[in-house]
């Protein structure tokens, strides 16, 4: 069955980096476009970041543009999302998507 764990969250003070990484299993990886989504509290769930399958084209929200990347190594099955210049409202727990299926979520909190 499909599977995805999140890993790398955590505390970071403003201003900050973080990397989180998404392992994936049970499908075709390689041939599978990817996003990271996050919610914060009392807030509706976000897209922050998709890849395409080959990772030649990604996409971001705009309050994140500039500030994260997200890439994958096909041959790990891995997906990342670098996260540098984090600002307190970044504040949220982070989701690995491939289709209607989302991971556990990984939490970010970021101090001011």
């Known amino acids: 069955q499909v599977q995805l764990v999140e890993s790398g969250g955590g505390l970071v003070q403003a201003g900050g980096s973080l990397r989180l990484s998404c392992t994936a299993s049970g499908f075709s990886f390689s041939r599978a476009p990817m996003s990271w989504y996050r919610q914060a509290p009392g807030k509706p769930r976000e897209l922050v970041a998709t890849?395409?399958?080959?990772?030649?084209?990604?996409n971001y929200a705009d309050s994140v543009k500039g500030r994260f990347t997200i890439a994958r190594d096909n041959g790990k099955n891995t997906v990342y999302l670098q996260m540098n210049s984090l600002k307190p409202e970044d504040t949220a727990v982070y989701y690995c998507v491939f289709s209607d299926y989302w991971g556990q979520g990984t939490q970010v909190t970021v101090s001011s």
């Open positions: 890849i395409t399958s080959g990772g030649g084209s990604t």
